[in-house]
Nanobody, 119 residues
Framework: QVQLVESGGGLVQAGGSLRLSCAASGRTFSSYRMGWFRQAPGKERAFVATITRSGGRTYYADSVKGRFTISRDNAKNTVYLQMNSLKPEDTAVYYC????????????WGQGTQVTVSS
């Protein structure tokens, strides 16, 4: 079992920055890949970024590449999403997720944190 708790969401003006955090507990954090997803109103949940177990490799959706940075601190059991140059279209509920089975899918999800970007 893995528990994931996101924090750091809020309201920000376009062009601003936010850093999301996701604290994990329940299993050895460094043993599984982590990802961030988001779901905007009326849309399906979409991939944002992922990071490998050691943090050595990261991948991003084209829509956030160059603006968002995913990182992790395995000593703190936490994954982060630094979001810069935010746009109104980044408004969504952001979720962190864990891939503990290494099947390429995510089997544990957090409750989500709201990010709202005003124009």
């Amino acid at each position: 079992q893995v528990q994931l708790v996101e924090s750091g969401g809020g309201l920000v003006q376009a062009g601003g920055s936010l850093r999301l955090s996701c604290a994990a507990s329940g299993r050895t954090f460094s043993s599984y890949r982590m990802g961030w997803f988001r779901q905007a109103p009326g849309k399906e949940r979409a991939f944002v970024a992922t990071i490998t177990r050691s943090g050595g490799r990261t991948y991003y959706a084209d829509s956030v590449k160059g603006r968002f940075t995913i990182s992790r601190d395995n000593a703190k059991n936490t994954v982060y999403l630094q979001m810069n140059s935010l746009k109104p279209e980044d408004t969504a509920v952001y979720y962190c997720a864990a891939d503990t089975l290494d099947y390429g899918t995510y089997d544990y999800w957090g409750q989500g944190t709201q990010v709202t970007v005003s124009s």
